[in-house]
């Protein structure tokens, strides 16, 4: 199975959706058994930065062609603790909800989000953002750039 290395962020200005705001995704991937590393960036209106953070990894994991060894870094605390903390798992115990807490937020995303990392084989690790992380700030880079180009 091939390793692919993927750092992910995310952001929002002005993180109230019902609101005119921008957000956008940032994606580095590593293809090691290419020595290959693709960017992706792209920008959104009227969003929330958890919508954002999630969209990235969505988009990281759309790219894969055929099923991969994945190691996810991400900053977003919100995406890493779900998977690796088992909250995924309890909400689809619960028919994606969050049960007696209430409405689970992005419901769909993390649908979604689900399904593509049962695809795989995935790994998520938590990165500090805006740190000494090369990949990570090259994301969030990304991600500043895709909101500028809306303006």
Known sequence: MKEIL?????????????KENLGGIGIVMM?????HTREIKKGFRNTTNNQM???????????LK???D???????????NAFNQG??????QKNWSRGKSGELKNRELWIELDELVNKHKVEFIKVKGHGDNIYNNRADQLV????DELI
Request: aromatic share 12%; glycine share 8%; charged share 25%.
């Open 6 to 18: 993927i750092y992910t962020d995310g952001g929002c200005r002005g993180n109230d959706a019902s």
């Open 70 to 80: 994945v190691k996810i870094y991400s900053d977003s605390a919100y995406v890493v």
């Open 53 to 63: 953070e999630l969209l990235a990894v969505i988009t990281g994991l759309k790219m």
């Open 66 to 68: 055929e099923k991969c």
């Open 31 to 35: 293809y090691p058994h290419k020595d």
């Open 87 to 92: 909250w995924v798992k309890n909400w689809k």
């Open 144 to 147: 500043n750039e895709a909101m």
